[in-house]
């Protein structure tokens, strides 16, 4: 079975700095895709950003980039000038790539992530 | 397109009590998602559906919970007797059906059982 980790439950980060958030998961496919979702206190959860595990360029999405280290399993999210509109949830997610197969996302458990203005 | 909704928003029942959500997918998609997601913890998968037929349902729906999409249109989740596990944001995801394809996620309906 599939496992995604993200062990840092909290993270603050002061208004146009940098910050990365974390995330390893566990897998024996090999192809597969990995997920970045933000949701905002109180509304709902939207995709920040994807990467396919066949991909050796790391995502790119304006502010927000990856480090995808496939053979250490790790999956990272770049938050580059923050923005207090950063703030919320940020959720590491898989999904298989199969498309006979059920696609549903296995996510880790979140981290809360807050702008300092 | 107005995105996928889910009714309501929030429910507060005693425990024991039956209670029915609601998911409209976004009127393409034809894959549509449950997931549960309990404080403190990311999304847990439920059950899934393509088109009308429940393809798949995770060991987490027990016999209380259960779940139809009609025509395969929008989708309700009921649970009966309620307890208060059973406490959780339901969220609803739909897609289209390669799994290429990004899932959009509803709101989600808050239940509290007390």
């Known amino acids: 079975a599939q496992t995604v980790t993200q062990s840092q439950p909290e993270m603050s980060v002061q208004e146009a700095e940098t910050v990365t958030l974390s995330c390893t998961y566990d897998?024996?496919?090999?192809?597969?895709?990995l997920f970045w979702y933000k949701q905002p206190p109180s509304r709902q959860m939207i995709l920040v950003i994807r990467?396919?595990?066949?991909?050796?360029q790391n995502a790119t999405e304006n502010r927000f980039s990856v480090n995808f280290q496939k053979a250490a399993k790790s999956f990272s999210l770049k938050i580059s000038d923050s923005q207090l509109g950063d703030a919320a949830m940020y959720f590491c997610a898989y999904r298989r790539k199969n498309t006979g197969a059920n696609s549903k996302l296995t996510f880790g458990k979140g981290i809360t992530l807050s702008v300092r203005p | 397109d107005t995105g996928v909704s889910q009714n309501p928003r929030h429910k507060i029942t005693k425990r024991g009590q039956n209670v029915t959500f609601r998911c409209d997918p976004i009127?393409?998609?034809?894959?549509l998602y449950w997931y549960r997601q309990t404080l403190g913890q990311g999304p847990e998968f439920l059950t899934y559906?393509?088109?009308?037929?429940?393809?798949?349902k995770s060991r987490l729906l027990s016999d209380r919970f259960s779940a139809e999409r009609p025509k395969g249109s929008f989708s309700t989740l009921e649970i009966q007797r309620t307890e208060q596990g059973d406490s959780a944001m339901y969220l609803c995801?739909?897609?289209?059906?390669?799994?290429?394809?990004?899932?959009?996620f509803g709101p989600g309906t808050r239940l509290t059982v007390t």
């Open positions: 559906f393509q088109n009308e037929a429940q393809l798949e």
């Open positions: 897998t024996s496919e090999s192809d597969y895709y």
């Open positions: 995801a739909s897609s289209l059906r390669d799994s290429s394809y990004e899932q959009y």
């Open positions: 009127s393409e998609h034809n894959r």
């Open positions: 990467q396919e595990a066949y991909k050796q």
